[in-house]
């Protein structure tokens, strides 16, 4: 008589162990991520080396077919805006992405006189390699006219416009900073707008009658200026009959006895 093996099939790892190929393992091999969800060693996008998802954006190392890491993808080519670096690590050295100065469009180094290509509307210098204006054109985002009436200079990056190299030169800021610092000063109020495609951040003026405001009109007032005080939503000069201004705080109450009519009316 004889006897036919069983074969056993495996469903589901034990505990902390995932399943790859009907085997049970400790770590996923290279090329592979940990899908502790599914309990599975789950295969990464073809153009990563090792991953954290399944997705092209989630690469960790690149394979040697696209082999530059931008913003966890991998390419062949450098995106628009930067150029391609290698850093050393403790175990080996990373090729990486860096910024090109913001006037270049495509650059072999971060400084303004490593351009190769300009930002459109600018022209560059071959002999400085630094990208200016000509003309009407005016500087992008992120920069401003120098002296010499040709040269862009980097903004702070607090800054989405400037007029100057510093932080307090800001014209207009990068969300989600405002004007003067990361809140806005009393007697404006912080708002949001878009321009030239981007949402920045602004400090506009409360009313004259506001000391703080949560926005332009004479009703969004949280405190009032020297000489007005509080009522409900308004900054008042003098306070209505009924009312009374304690010497402390500086708003308007309601008088007790207008109060007593108030509640047996």
Known sequence: MSLTPLLCIILECSFLYLMLNGVCRASCPLGFYEDMEEGRCGQCHPTCGSCSGPLADDCETCSTFSPKLYKGACTRDCPAGTYYETAATEFRLVGLFAECHQTCMSCNGPDVKQCTQCQKGLVLDPNTLMCGVTGDTACPPRTYLH?????????????YSCEGPGHDECQTCAVPKYLHSDECPAGTYATRQEADGKELGFCFPCDH???????ASNRDCLTCSPGYLRLLQLCVTHCPTGYKAPSQPQKCVLCIDTLYLLMFW
């Open 209 to 215: 009658v506001c000391s703080t405001c949560t926005g």
């Open 147 to 159: 002296d010499d009436q040709f040269t862009c200079i980097g903004c702070h990056r607090m800054c």
